[in-house]
């Protein structure tokens, strides 16, 4: 836990950079501060683009293609040039991840078969999670393979 007092602090930063919670000391002179963000999920959103090409398929059909894939917790966010975003239709569901922002999420159809939340991206995700704004992760029923 790290402590900070009040007038050093622009709370909203400290969210962008991966705080959980902000919360005042006992006699209100100070800010406790607690950071839930793991180093080793730090580090992996610090790896280099991956080199190796993946693809996104449900069954046969490519949904994504690319050999500039990020990999960030174990899942590949591909450009959004990649994409054939013909196959994703935005959702309205979204999530919160501490240290990387809100996620949208798409529906994936592909042959008259809907992947509900298929499919998501940060449009504006925290400074920590820039190298991955706008690209497309993929789970529940697309496959992301080696290519």
Not at 38 to 65: C, I, Q, Y
Not at 66 to 90: C, M
Request: with cysteine; charged share 20%.
């Amino acid at each position: 836990m790290l402590l900070i007092t009040a007038e050093d602090v622009d709370v909203f930063q400290l969210l962008e950079l991966g705080v959980s919670q902000v919360r005042p000391s006992r006699d209100r002179s100070s800010l406790r501060v607690v950071v839930r963000i793991m180093l080793n999920s730090f580090n992996l959103l610090k790896k280099p683009t991956v080199k190796a090409s993946h693809r996104a398929l449900v069954g046969d059909t490519v949904v994504a293609e690319s050999p500039e894939t990020q990999s960030v917790e174990g899942n590949q966010y591909f450009p959004p040039n990649a994409v054939n975003w013909d196959l994703l239709e935005a959702s309205d569901r979204t999530s919160v991840c501490p240290w990387k922002g809100v996620a949208n999420y798409y529906d994936v159809i592909v042959d008259g078969q809907r992947l509900p939340a298929a499919a998501w991206t940060y449009k504006t995700p925290s400074a920590a999670a820039e190298n991955i704004k706008g690209h497309v992760a993929f789970w529940r029923g697309v496959k992301v393979v080696k290519s």
